[in-house]
């Protein structure tokens, strides 16, 4: 899985829009992003991945960049529940489920009231 | 949605003692489960690839003696800790995936052990 590159922490107002970056810039073809995050004690959740197009749902929103070395997680209203460490994870889209999925250091956010 | 259940939430046992922790995948069966380690203030390390019906893999320097992994079932893999130390205090999370949907990995709610 390709090495993956992200802020150790970012801070941002409530009610802004959190925009986490992450470099890949080795990530192959068939890899695909993922992001997921770690509330304090809890077990990480995921929020969203994609190949190449962005992609959007209920969480948030996921820009690719056209060359794909690069990619940024927006959370377009931050809450203060959304203060979590967030994990952007490179890897190849595998249908048995024998791999697991590798961890980096992730980036801290804090949402500040 | 897929759920990965853990439990205990919470552990304190003395040293010496062993403690087991169990995870259950709620509504759907998973062949493969995976054992991750976290210390305060650091990532999630994988410990082991639990298989059910056969042995668990484990990764490089976890002890297959002292963590213990037994997945009799496609919905439950438990982990016993042996013997256990105050260096053996951390977060255990165990993961899944529901192939037959090819949806992304489920963690469960973490198990925190405390050795004293």
């Known amino acids: 899985d390709a090495k993956t590159t992200q802020p150790p922490s970012m801070d941002c107002a409530e009610g802004r829009a959190a925009n986490l970056p992450c470099n890949h810039s080795?990530?192959?073809?068939?890899?695909?992003v993922y992001w997921y995050r770690q509330i304090h004690s809890q077990g990480p959740q995921y929020i969203i991945h994609g190949l190449k197009n962005n992609e959007t749902n209920e969480m948030a929103s996921l820009i690719i960049t056209e060359d794909r070395k690069s990619s940024t997680l927006i959370l377009p209203h931050a809450t203060l529940r959304d203060t979590a460490v967030y994990y952007c994870i490179v890897r190849v889209e595998e249908d048995t489920g024998r791999r697991a999925l590798t961890f980096g250091s992730g980036t801290r956010l804090q949402v500040q009231p | 949605g897929a759920v990965v259940s853990q439990h205990p939430s919470r552990v304190i046992c003395k040293s010496g003692t062993s403690v087991k922790i169990e995870c259950r995948s709620l509504d759907f069966q998973a062949t493969t489960m995976f054992w991750y380690r976290q210390f305060p203030k650091q990532s999630l390390m994988l410990m082991a690839t639990?298989?059910?019906?056969?042995?668990?893999?484990?990764e490089q320097g976890v002890e297959k003696d002292k963590f213990l992994i037994n997945h009799a079932s496609l919905t439950l893999s438990t982990l016993t800790v042996t013997s256990a130390h105050p260096e053996d205090s951390s977060f255990y999370i165990c993961?899944?995936?529901?192939?037959?949907?090819?949806?992304?990995?489920?963690f469960g709610q973490g198990t925190r052990l405390t050795v004293v």
């Open positions: 639990s298989n059910e019906g056969s042995k668990a893999t484990y």
């Open positions: 080795t990530i192959s073809g068939n890899e695909y």
């Open positions: 993961s899944a995936r529901d192939v037959s949907k090819n949806t992304e990995a489920f």
